[in-house]
């Protein structure tokens, strides 16, 4: 009897806080289907019928389509970049002893410590200087610089759960370094690899403090056109929440696809 009341309140326990953390989800895709009457009503209005001219707005602004399209190259090139970097990195600090190792690895865990708006003011003023300003680059590498730590941190541990047996018998065959990160490491830590860069695109994905105070016109990303929707004169909710809908629904498909990787790629250091 006690452990079925257990499970009970568990199964209420779980429910409410899955209820609570989709709920503002629901809200928006379902705001997204109606019309601005029916979002601003009081009390709200449950049952509606949905229309899809939100969206059909939304398309049909070319800053739209153009804004997802700069979300794509600063996401993707920040990752692929991220992984090219940090993988080396994390494998040495993994495997290798030497001076300075401590802090190094200090250094890229308290990258992720500092808070974005710290930062910003000093990187507009630069990305001004340097003439960066309103680019593709000045993203990336910003970017790059929030996602490697995150790169480091996952392949450093997936690299130490990795038996050193494997590698002193590489090197008994005269593998040399190289071929020994690129033969073993990476296929045998290509879980934490691939949660390290879904970790990061999501990042790029939906960062916005530096993608409103770096880019002008040129280069804006889905976050920003979002927030460009609003006015001293007029908030448009529906096409808001159309275009919030359309940054966050394929990086939400995108993750409940990939959860068993990430969750193993997450626990796989975890023991040894």
């Not at 499970?7 to 326990?13: D, I, Q, V």
């Not at 890229?108 to 974005?116: A, D, V, Y």
């Not at 990061?200 to 280069?219: G, K, Q």
Request: net charge positive; glycine share 6%.
């Amino acid at each position: 009897m006690r452990r079925t009341s257990g499970k009970l309140f568990h199964a209420l326990g779980l429910t409410a806080v899955i209820v609570f953390s989709l709920f503002p989800f629901y809200w928006m895709v379902a705001a997204s289907f109606k019309t601005q009457p029916d979002i601003l009503a009081s009390p709200p209005v449950w049952f509606f019928t949905p229309t899809l001219q939100n969206y059909a707005d939304i398309f049909a602004d070319a800053k739209v389509s153009g804004a997802i399209v700069n979300s794509l190259i600063v996401a993707t090139s920040s990752t692929v970049l991220a992984v090219a970097l940090g993988a080396p990195a994390a494998f040495a600090l993994a495997r290798y002893e030497f001076r300075g190792k401590s802090d190094l690895w200090f250094w890229f865990i308290s990258n992720r410590m500092i808070s974005p708006i710290v930062l910003a003011l000093p990187v507009y003023l630069l990305a001004i200087q340097v003439g960066l300003l309103d680019t593709h680059l000045v993203l990336i590498l910003i970017y790059l610089t929030f996602n490697l730590p995150i790169v480091v941190w996952i392949c450093t541990d997936q690299f130490k759960s990795i038996p050193a047996d494997l590698e002193q018998a590489a090197r008994l065959d005269g593998a040399d370094q190289f071929t020994i990160f690129r033969k073993i490491y990476l296929p045998l830590g290509a879980p934490g690899i691939a949660v390290s860069a879904i970790f990061s695109f999501i990042f790029s994905w939906n960062e916005l403090l530096y993608a409103l105070v770096l880019t002008r016109r040129n280069v804006q990303t889905a976050p920003v056109v979002a927030t460009s929707f609003m006015s001293g004169y007029e908030l448009p909710w529906g096409k808001i929440m159309a275009t919030g809908t359309v940054i966050v629904l394929p990086v939400t498909i995108f993750a409940l696809i990939v959860s068993r990787h990430m969750v193993r790629g997450l626990t796989m250091g975890a023991t040894k």
